[in-house]
């Protein structure tokens, strides 16, 4: 159980085009999920905290008109990067707590490596 | 803030090489301790977790103790395998459960 997908697993797009990246909890409710980006080499940084059916929570530095997130659903978040840029590559890993559980632990996904041209 | 100190790497051993790898925190109240593992190109997969003090986490051969008297929650295996080398990264959970620290990561690569 607890399993956290994301789609898709890797991805190139031009400089200037938007690329959605969607995370979805596949056999739980997830009314928090959780962006993050790491740099190669280097740990996670928390993007922004995204809750279903309200706007999302940016970490200080985190630009919210570039990474968008929409949780639309209790089981789906997407992370749209808008008018990206080459500075924008890295790898994109979402995470999503289980509250059914009442356990304080994240169930990551398998990561999005994005690279932009 | 709650934050975690992890030691630095690279480290490199030897096939069947003990693994110490050092984990500190810094925490108001009870955290949740995590170690993840990460291999080259993937997401981050839970090896252990310990949720209270003297707790012992423990999977495919690693070990880590909570240890509040040291803030510590080190990992431990006793023969380590090439299929081992990967990032391994410390983790705390604060009170709520929606915040995350990670340790900076340490690479282990095992050699045969």
């Known amino acids: 159980g607890a399993v956290v997908s994301q789609h898709p697993s890797w991805v190139i797009c031009k400089s200037g085009t938007s690329v959605k990246i969607e995370c979805r909890s596949l056999d739980f409710q997830a009314t928090t999920m959780f962006w993050y980006r790491q740099f190669p080499k280097q740990s996670l940084m928390l993007m922004a905290t995204s809750n279903e059916g309200s706007k999302a929570t940016y970490e200080q530095g985190v630009e919210k008109d570039k990474f968008l997130i929409n949780h639309a659903s209790l089981t789906l978040s997407t992370l749209t990067v808008t008018s990206a840029h080459p500075e924008d590559s890295s790898f994109y890993i979402c995470?999503?707590?289980?509250f059914g559980t009442g356990l304080r632990e994240q169930y990551f996904g398998p990561g999005t490596r994005l690279t932009v041209t | 803030g709650d934050s975690v100190t992890q030691m630095e790497g690279p480290v490199t051993l030897s096939e069947e090489a003990f693994l110490t790898i050092n984990c500190t925190y810094t925490?108001?109240?009870?955290?949740?301790l995590f170690w993840y593992v990460q291999y080259p190109g993937e997401g981050l997969q839970l090896l252990l977790k310990a949720t209270k003090a003297d707790d012992k986490g423990s999977n495919k051969g690693f070990e880590a103790t909570y240890r509040k008297e040291t803030t510590s929650f080190h990992l431990e295996k006793g023969s380590v395998q090439v299929s081992d080398s990967a990032v391994y990264f410390c983790a705390l959970s604060d009170l709520s459960g929606n915040q995350f620290y990670f340790g900076t990561g340490t690479s282990l690569t095992v050699i045969p």
């Open positions: 925490a108001t109240g009870y955290p949740s």
């Open positions: 995470s999503a707590r289980d």
